[in-house]
């Protein structure tokens, strides 16, 4: 969805190198979520953001964190990749009012690969 | 706790013949529940969702998909299958309306000509 976009969209790094991915939308939502894909699991939630003052943890935070600069902006950081963070990371966003309230939108993710 | 199970991981179909993929969930309460496409190299998009209205829900491109509380159920459905009906599959099941998702693992679904 263009109204979702994530930079960068790949990415190659090594182990312990600090890397922020960051998303961006133009939805206007207030509702805004980072989920890791791996092949078979689906996507797994890393944290969510629910306004710009609330972050929470999702299933799968330990070795992420996130900031939410502004209502459209919330960057996903690796302090210290390891090469099991090797994965598809996706954005998404929604609206906790209005027609769409329940849907979430989602970008066209991040392949990120840890050496 | 809420929980949901796509029993098959690959579907193969030919051209023009029906597509099943099937979906069973767990959830403590009313859920909510989705179906999600994701084509190769591209984001997820939405095909249909089930909020407590009718049991029978339509999505696009002729997806639809049928909530049975008493099987658990949600399993996908189309009548005819075209090429571009390839790609990834997601069950979706949540308990407070949308907000918190949980994934099922995915079906990949093949097209044959």
């Known amino acids: 969805d263009a109204d979702v976009t994530q930079t960068p969209r790949n990415r190659i790094t090594k182990t312990g190198k600090r890397i922020m991915l960051e998303c961006s939308q133009t939805k206007g939502h207030d509702r805004m979520y980072w989920y890791r894909q791996d092949p078979g699991l689906g996507l797994q939630l890393i944290y969510y953001?629910?306004?710009?003052?609330?972050?929470n943890k999702g299933e799968i935070s330990d070795g992420y964190s996130v900031s939410r600069q502004a209502q459209a902006k919330f960057s996903l950081s690796l302090e210290s990749a390891i090469p099991n963070q090797t994965a598809l990371y996706f954005c998404?966003?929604?609206?906790?009012?209005?027609?769409?309230?329940?849907?979430?939108?989602f970008g066209p993710g991040t392949r990120l690969t840890v050496l | 706790a809420q929980s949901v199970t796509q029993l098959d991981s690959h579907v193969s179909v030919s051209e023009g013949t029906p597509v099943l993929l099937r979906c069973n969930y767990s959830s403590s309460y009313s859920p909510s529940l989705f179906w999600y496409v994701q084509h190769p190299n591209k984001g997820l998009q939405l095909l249909l969702k089930y909020t407590s209205a009718a049991t029978l829900v339509k999505g696009i491109n002729g997806f639809e998909a049928e909530f049975k509380k008493s099987e658990t159920s949600f399993h996908l459905t189309k009548p005819s299958a075209h090429m571009s009906d390839a790609a990834e599959y997601f069950c979706?099941?949540?308990?407070?309306?949308?907000?918190?998702?949980?994934f099922g693992g995915g079906t990949r679904l093949m097209v044959k000509p």
């Open positions: 953001s629910f306004d710009v003052k609330d972050i």
């Open positions: 998404a966003t929604s609206d906790s009012s209005g027609v769409n309230y329940n849907e979430q939108f």
């Open positions: 979706v099941v949540s308990e407070d309306a949308g907000n918190m998702l949980t």
